[in-house]
T-cell receptor, first 113, second 110 residues
Framework: EAQVTQNPRYLITVTGKKLTVTCSQN?????MSWYRQDPGLGLRQIYY???????DKGDVPEGYKVSRKEKRNFPLILESPSPNQTSLYFC????????????FGSGTRLTVV | RKEVEQDPGPFNVPEGATVAFNCTYS??????FFWYRQDCRKEPKLLMS???SGNEDGRFTAQLNRASQYISLLIRDSKLSDSATYLC???????????FGPGTRLSVLP
């Protein structure tokens, strides 16, 4: 089944404790992206990648890192999480730009206390 | 002005009704347009792409007006299962910046 898999689905952590949210897709998509969704603010892009070893900042990259060492994986790293990073995170992948749209993972609900 | 704007709703309509949503975008270089639906606490799912000539998929019709920079979604014969938030998405060709609108919430009532 074609899908984007994120883990974990839920995570509660403390301020400053490094964490990684994994994302993997099995569709051989070149494009991958991370979004966060907050009430009243909608979906905002954090980082995206157009291919292996090619990543770029989205609209809200501060406090996040990503890597794209393999085509299928695009982990999101929070080196020192803070409470304002409490949010619902989605990973997504796309065949390319143009009329393809994104396939989203099921989301990771992160709480930083 | 926000890049992509939508009426947040909620739109409360009876089963069987026809409902239309509009979405406006600010960047005239935008090339690709989509409608997604998102159920509560779930991931957004692609509903349909929007083509220049307009397109239809069953009860759903999408239209694009480049001159006025808006896209629309029409849902005919609404079902209870259509209750969701509908997100308008705009992309500039060649880029990976898919900009999401805030969404319009639809409730279809029995």
């Amino acid at each position: 089944e074609a899908q984007v898999t994120q883990n974990p689905r839920y995570l509660i952590t403390v301020t400053g404790k490094k964490l990684t949210v994994t994302c993997s897709q099995n569709m051989n998509h070149e494009y991958m992206s991370w979004y966060r969704q907050d009430p009243g603010l909608g979906l905002r892009q954090i980082y995206y990648s157009m291919n292996v070893e090619v990543t770029d900042k989205g609209d809200v990259p501060e406090g996040y890192k990503v890597s794209r060492k393999e085509k299928r994986n695009f982990p999101l790293i929070l080196e020192s999480p803070s409470p304002n990073q409490t949010s619902l995170y989605f990973c997504a992948s796309s065949l390319g730009s143009g009329p393809y749209g994104y396939t989203f993972g099921s989301g990771t609900r992160l709480t930083v206390v | 002005r926000k890049e992509v704007e939508q009426d947040p709703g909620p739109f409360n309509v009876p089963e069987g009704a026809t409902v239309a949503f509009n979405c406006t975008y600010s960047n005239s270089a935008s090339q690709s347009f989509f409608w997604y639906r998102q159920d509560c606490r779930k991931e957004p799912k692609l509903l349909m792409s929007v083509y220049s000539s307009g397109n239809e998929d069953g009860r759903f019709t999408a239209q694009l007006n480049r001159a006025s920079q808006y896209i629309s979604l029409l849902i005919r014969d609404s079902k209870l299962s259509d209750s969701a938030t509908y997100l308008c998405v705009v992309n500039i060709l060649g880029g990976q910046n898919f900009v999401f609108g805030p969404g319009t919430r639809l409730s279809v009532l029995p």
